[in-house]
């Protein structure tokens, strides 16, 4: 991995990200996992940038309070900045050794202070508090605390869990509020779905009209979600499209920039490093910006800035090139293996006459193994897949046949029309396939590292109005430009 666009520290793994952004700056604190058995404690460290693609590690932020400290672990939590100008840390405790009256390791919310520009943090125990009455006292973590001008107050979103109800349905955003950042007293829930087991990272922000909240979550599925509500009361409005990505793309937070709304989330690694293992906690650093559609919901997309990092195009078939199978498969592949790091445009035109049709990346000469990003219009998805799939015996029939794709690895998206454009990026083992400027696939490739491109169609006709390739550039990427000069959605 280049490290351009994409972050990871060389001794560890990018947890949940904490964006704070200060004079143009992008302060992005997050939980650095080293996975070092015995465990050492979870401190936050911080990286910033200026440009979204170059990241500058400044080190530990707020370390783990020792062995017998209540924030042995330090979880996720928020920044905000009061009147005189002193920076509030509020974040989640937690200690394997200290259990709550539910038996279940305690978290708490804790309170550190930063008066030298968050250089150094002063931790102020005397303010912990734990669960309010009604919640499990294991599940009280990820405090997002944002003021609210219209009631003067300050609120503090809490993941939480109701003490009782179905297991797999208690999952809330508690609610607290405060007029000093210090005194912190119970209100209602602020969302109450009553559904999913814990809605992690919570978040709320006002664009133009519209309220959004965005949380994760794992249930079904893990995944970051995103509601929208014309107040801070609500009623939340699910979108028919409301996940930022898929399942590898997990606790993504955001920051507003130059009228620019900009989600960091981590792209998990996977056990052994092997596209058979299963996924893990934590990963690598990935930034998606999100642009507001007229009825307010939201696409999204990897910034400008990524994509600039790679230079002038190459074409690696003919422009208009058609392949064409009535009842079968069709297909072209590169003459020669791709670099480990490029950026691929598929600009596709199948009219109405494929059922299926994408992009192969590493393949195989004869294109018959390789990954696969496959447009399914019948099914209105976009799907990753790889072949040869996990064999589970010795015999020619004893595959995975029965699965029709990475399970976990599928995004709805609107194919109506013939005409639409597949952006990806391949870094390593990190990809990131964006549909049309709107829908996001994040994953991880690692058994194979080289290999071909390609594009195919089954049962139809697609005609390649572009398939070409750039590899990454040493420029350096101009600052974060606003939003009115990006192309925002009107």
């Not at 005189?84 to 009256?101: D, E, I, K, S």
């Not at 993504?252 to 792209?267: P, T, V």
């Not at 297909?331 to 598929?346: G, I, K, N, W, Y």
């Not at 000469?365 to 019948?378: H, N």
Request: glycine share 10%; aromatic share 10%.
């Amino acid at each position: 991995m280049s490290q351009r666009g994409f972050y990871q520290p060389e001794d560890g793994w990018v947890g949940d990200v904490i964006p704070y952004e200060e004079d143009g700056v992008l302060h992005l604190f997050y939980l650095h996992d080293t996975r070092r058995v015995p465990k050492e404690g979870m401190p936050w460290h911080r990286i910033t940038t200026e440009n979204l693609v170059d990241f500058v590690e400044v080190g530990s932020a707020i370390g783990s309070g020792g062995p017998e400290a209540a924030d042995f672990n330090i979880y996720t939590g928020s920044i905000v900045r009061d009147e005189a100008g002193v920076h509030h840390a509020f974040y989640t405790g937690q200690n394997p050794l200290h259990r709550g009256a539910d038996a279940l390791p305690l978290q708490l919310v804790m309170h550190a202070t930063s008066d030298d520009g968050m250089a150094t943090w002063t931790r102020h125990p005397e303010l912990t508090f734990g669960a309010n009455p009604g919640y499990e006292s294991a599940d009280w973590r990820d405090p997002f605390v944002f003021h609210d001008d219209e009631s003067g107050l300050w609120r503090m979103l809490i993941t939480a869990r109701h003490a009782d109800g179905p297991t797999r349905r208690r999952g809330v955003i508690a609610q607290c509020t405060s007029t000093d950042l210090t005194t912190w007293r119970p209100a209602e829930p602020f969302w109450d779905p009553r559904r999913g087991v814990a809605h992690e990272c919570p978040e709320v922000f006002q664009w133009g009209d519209w309220w959004y909240l965005v949380s994760s979550e794992f249930s079904d599925a893990f995944v970051t979600r995103y509601r929208m509500a014309r107040t801070l009361a609500g009623p939340w409005i699910a979108p028919e499209h409301d996940t930022l990505d898929g399942r590898a793309y997990y606790a993504a937070k955001s920051a507003s920039l130059g009228g620019r709304r900009l989600f960091f989330g981590w792209i998990a690694s996977r056990e052994a490093g092997s596209d058979d293992g299963a996924w893990q906690w934590a990963g690598t650093l990935s930034v998606l910006e999100a642009e507001q559609n007229v009825d307010g919901t939201l696409a999204f997309h990897p910034p400008h800035e990524l994509l600039d990092t790679f230079g002038d195009p190459q074409d690696a078939f003919a422009q208009n090139t058609v392949i064409s199978a009535p009842d079968g498969h069709a297909q072209l592949v590169s003459t020669h293996d791709v670099p480990e790091a490029f950026r691929l445009t598929a600009r596709f035109d199948a009219g109405t006459r494929a059922r299926e049709y994408g992009v192969l990346l590493r393949a195989s000469e004869d294109g018959d193994e390789g990954y696969i990003l496959r447009l399914e219009p019948t099914r209105g998805r976009l799907v990753f897949d790889r072949w040869p799939r996990r064999s589970t015996g010795d015999e020619q029939w004893q595959i995975s046949g029965d699965v029709p794709f990475a399970i976990e690895l599928e995004r709805p998206a609107n194919l109506t029309g013939g005409a639409h454009v597949l952006e990806v990026i391949v870094d390593g083992s990190i990809c990131v396939a964006t549909l049309d400027d709107a829908v996001v696939l994040s994953t991880r490739v690692y058994d194979r590292p080289t290999g071909r491109v390609g594009a195919f169609v089954d049962d139809g006709e697609l005609r390649i109005a572009e398939f070409t390739l750039r590899t990454p550039q040493r420029s350096l990427v101009a600052p974060i430009a606003p939003a009115a000069l990006v192309g925002a959605r009107p």
